[in-house]
């Protein structure tokens, strides 16, 4: 748990904010690790396992609450830890060939690694880093040190179910041999098992009222059910010796940035995530405890700036470093000693929708990608390069747009709020694919992973599971309602600081030329004129679903 001092802004003015923002004294150390100690079991269960279990990490970046390796541990005498760098997830996207992952997720993962590493050598542990293929590498480790299972958590999305399934069948092809003074017949020797485990849901999978076949269309729906008729499991909790390892001489290097093909970018303005396990539970206690920001968060989760609107959870729920389930604990916690309010429960409602699309993605499989949706919606869109790249790049002529966009490309991190409006503008006003957008932000988002980012998109674009969900976000109103004073985009947009602040979101002339006229609203009180209907629409700006912001 050591981290490098670093300079910590104080204020929402300030240029540069780290997430968490760490004081380094001993009491904020101390309160760290009285975290791991409570989700901890000091006595140490009753361990009746044979010879070495692998435990395969993947998104679960962290030792509390990891049920994989808890049974692991209970199953083995030994336990080897690995984590397989696999060069598909540094590729390019299915469509459209952008990055698969982008320098600021991969540097996110680099620190997430490192911290794994240590916390599982603060247990008596360490973590096997392989570069190659897990279908490759794990069979191999299997073979080598006679592994009889390898635990992991399982995945929803087709990608990751296909490298599940080469796993399977290549640990069929390794047989190991039966131990000393047992039989050497034939029908004595086995196979290693792969033992897949769910713990990337608040609500498990095992839990639900219904089969994923028969998951509710509406997430209401869906929500109402699950919170009458079901219980959150409690966190596993996670022996404090996890000892002894396996007999290794080399346990690989955490690749550099370089080494996985990219260049280092660093952040510079904005916010800066700290990844891995320890800085996810320091910002649990720092949001929760120490700023006591848990019982507004309903009011201010809408905010653009700054690194407290919101809770800011999403990149290490994303990576695993964060469990639902340890939130959900640690909320009824404060309810218990602080208070319980709308705010409290808010965060709740939030990761019933991360959960909701987690199972949507297993009942709606790959239609989660395709350009109709769930629903085979029919739309003729635009693949125009030069429009998309104005957007991509916050270059539309829209402050609020392009802002966004910048704040994207600076930090990989976008608000709830934003992530709405840039949505609606690239599939309603612009017209372009809304799966172009969709895979630009698999490429920058820190948070990404599949289930939200498709899920929020199929739901912008009208495409999603759900026929009521058609929605446009007004640019003008958005920018009165969330940034009147224009203080975000005049952040990300420093040309417009010199602007009268009603000015900065509604610049005129004196910004870049808008590349088309808004779909709905009054643009002529945005600046230039277009041919845009001046109609007035009236929508609700629903929340972005699936993530903590």
Same mark, same amino acid.
């Given at each position: 748990?050591?981290?490098?001092?670093?300079s910590?802004? /104080?204020?929402?003015s300030?240029?540069?904010?780290?997430?968490p923002?760490?004081?380094y004294?001993e009491?904020?150390?101390?309160?760290?690790? #009285?975290?791991?100690e409570?989700?901890?079991?000091?006595?140490?269960?009753?361990r009746?396992?044979?010879g070495?279990?692998? =435990?395969?990490?993947r +998104?679960?970046?962290?030792v509390?609450?990891?049920?994989?390796?808890?049974?692991?541990?209970?199953?083995?005498?030994a336990v080897?830890?690995?984590?397989? =760098?696999?060069?598909?997830?540094?590729?390019?996207?299915?469509y459209?060939?952008?990055?698969?992952?982008?320098?600021?997720?991969?540097?996110?993962?680099?620190?997430?690694?490192?911290?794994?590493k240590? +916390?599982?050598?603060?247990?008596?542990?360490?973590?096997?880093?392989?570069?190659?293929?897990?279908?490759?590498?794990l069979?191999?480790?299997?073979?080598?040190?006679?592994a009889?299972t390898?635990?992991?958590?399982?995945?929803? /999305?087709?990608?990751?179910?296909i490298?599940?399934?080469?796993?399977?069948?290549?640990l #069929?092809?390794?047989?190991l041999?039966?131990?000393?003074? #047992?039989?050497t017949?034939?029908?004595? &020797?086995?196979?290693?098992?792969?033992?897949?485990? *769910?713990?990337?849901?608040?609500?498990?999978?095992?839990?639900?009222?219904?089969?994923?076949?028969?998951?509710?269309?509406?997430?209401t729906?869906?929500?109402?059910?699950?919170?009458?008729?079901?219980?959150?499991?409690?966190?596993?909790?996670t022996?404090?010796?996890?000892g002894p390892l396996?007999k290794?001489?080399?346990?690989?290097?955490?690749p550099?940035?370089?080494?996985?093909?990219?260049?280092e970018?660093?952040v510079?303005r904005?916010m800066?995530?700290?990844?891995?396990?320890?800085?996810?539970?320091?910002?649990?206690?720092?949001?929760?405890?120490?700023?006591?920001?848990?019982k507004?968060?309903?009011?201010?989760?809408n905010?653009?700036?700054?690194?407290?609107? &919101?809770t800011k959870f999403?990149p *290490?729920?994303?990576?695993?470093?964060l469990?639902?389930?340890?939130?959900?604990?640690?909320?009824?916690?404060?309810?218990k000693?602080?208070q319980?309010n709308?705010?409290?429960?808010?965060?709740?409602?939030?990761l019933?929708?991360r959960?909701?699309?987690?199972?949507l993605?297993?009942?709606?499989?790959?239609s989660?990608f395709?350009?109709?949706g769930?629903?085979? =919606?029919?739309v003729?869109?635009?693949?125009d390069?030069?429009?998309?790249? %104005? *957007?991509r790049?916050?270059?539309?002529?829209?402050?609020l747009?392009?802002? +966004?966009?910048?704040?994207?490309?600076?930090?990989?991190?976008m608000? +709830?709020?934003?992530?709405?409006?840039?949505?609606?503008?690239?599939v309603?006003?612009m017209g372009?694919?809304?799966?172009?957008?969709a895979?630009w932000?698999?490429?920058?988002?820190?948070?990404?992973?599949?289930?939200?980012?498709y899920?929020?998109w199929?739901?912008?674009?009208?495409?999603?599971?759900?026929p009521?969900?058609?929605?446009?976000?007004?640019?003008?109103k958005q920018?009165?309602?969330?940034?009147?004073?224009?203080e975000?985009v005049?952040? *990300?947009?420093p040309?417009? #600081?010199?602007l009268p602040?009603?000015?900065?979101?509604?610049?005129?002339?004196?910004?870049?030329?808008?590349i088309v006229?808004?779909?709905?609203?009054?643009?002529t009180?945005?600046?230039?004129?277009?041919? %845009?209907?001046?109609?007035?629409t009236a929508?609700?700006?629903?929340?972005?679903?699936?993530?903590?912001?």
């Amino acid at each position: 748990m050591n981290f490098t001092p670093r300079s910590k802004p /104080c204020s929402a003015s300030a240029t540069f904010f780290e997430i968490p923002d760490l004081p380094y004294n001993e009491k904020e150390k101390i309160i760290v690790e #009285q975290t791991f100690e409570r989700y901890s079991s000091s006595e140490q269960a009753k361990r009746n396992g044979r010879g070495v279990a692998i =435990v395969w990490f993947r +998104n679960d970046l962290r030792v509390l609450d990891n049920e994989a390796l808890v049974k692991a541990w209970g199953s083995s005498q030994a336990v080897l830890p690995v984590y397989c =760098v696999d060069p598909r997830l540094f590729g390019t996207t299915h469509y459209f060939g952008f990055p698969k992952t982008g320098a600021l997720r991969a540097q996110f993962l680099i620190e997430c690694l490192a911290d794994l590493k240590r +916390n599982l050598m603060n247990r008596g542990l360490n973590l096997l880093v392989q570069h190659g293929k897990p279908e490759e590498v794990l069979p191999s480790l299997a073979k080598t040190y006679e592994a009889h299972t390898v635990y992991a958590h399982k995945e929803t /999305c087709s990608e990751e179910l296909i490298v599940e399934r080469l796993v399977r069948n290549g640990l #069929q092809r390794v047989v190991l041999l039966p131990s000393t003074g #047992q039989s050497t017949s034939q029908s004595s &020797s086995k196979n290693p098992k792969l033992q897949l485990i *769910w713990g990337s849901t608040m609500y498990h999978i095992e839990d639900l009222p219904f089969s994923t076949r028969s998951l509710p269309d509406v997430y209401t729906t869906f929500r109402k059910s699950v919170e009458s008729k079901c219980m959150i499991r409690r966190c596993i909790r996670t022996p404090t010796s996890l000892g002894p390892l396996p007999k290794i001489e080399d346990w690989g290097c955490i690749p550099s940035i370089n080494q996985l093909g990219l260049n280092e970018e660093k952040v510079s303005r904005g916010m800066r995530f700290i990844g891995g396990e320890t800085a996810a539970l320091s910002r649990v206690n720092e949001y929760f405890w120490k700023k006591d920001l848990l019982k507004i968060y309903k009011a201010t989760r809408n905010g653009m700036l700054g690194p407290d609107y &919101s809770t800011k959870f999403s990149p *290490w729920l994303a990576s695993g470093s964060l469990s639902p389930r340890f939130i959900y604990q640690e909320v009824k916690r404060y309810e218990k000693e602080r208070q319980a309010n709308d705010s409290t429960y808010w965060v709740l409602f939030e990761l019933i929708w991360r959960d909701y699309f987690r199972f949507l993605s297993v009942k709606y499989g790959n239609s989660l990608f395709h350009l109709g949706g769930p629903r085979k =919606v029919e739309v003729r869109w635009s693949q125009d390069q030069t429009m998309f790249e %104005a *957007w991509r790049d916050g270059c539309t002529g829209y402050p609020l747009i392009d802002a +966004n966009m910048k704040e994207l490309s600076a930090t990989g991190f976008m608000s +709830n709020r934003g992530r709405q409006i840039v949505c609606s503008f690239l599939v309603r006003d612009m017209g372009i694919d809304w799966r172009m957008g969709a895979e630009w932000f698999e490429t920058c988002l820190l948070d990404y992973d599949p289930c939200s980012n498709y899920g929020n998109w199929t739901y912008g674009a009208g495409v999603g599971n759900d026929p009521r969900e058609d929605r446009y976000f007004s640019i003008p109103k958005q920018a009165k309602t969330y940034d009147p004073e224009g203080e975000y985009v005049a952040f *990300w947009l420093p040309e417009l #600081q010199a602007l009268p602040n009603d000015k900065r979101n509604f610049p005129g002339k004196s910004y870049i030329k808008q590349i088309v006229p808004l779909k709905f609203g009054n643009i002529t009180s945005i600046g230039d004129k277009g041919t %845009a209907s001046a109609r007035r629409t009236a929508f609700k700006g629903k929340q972005t679903k699936g993530h903590m912001r």
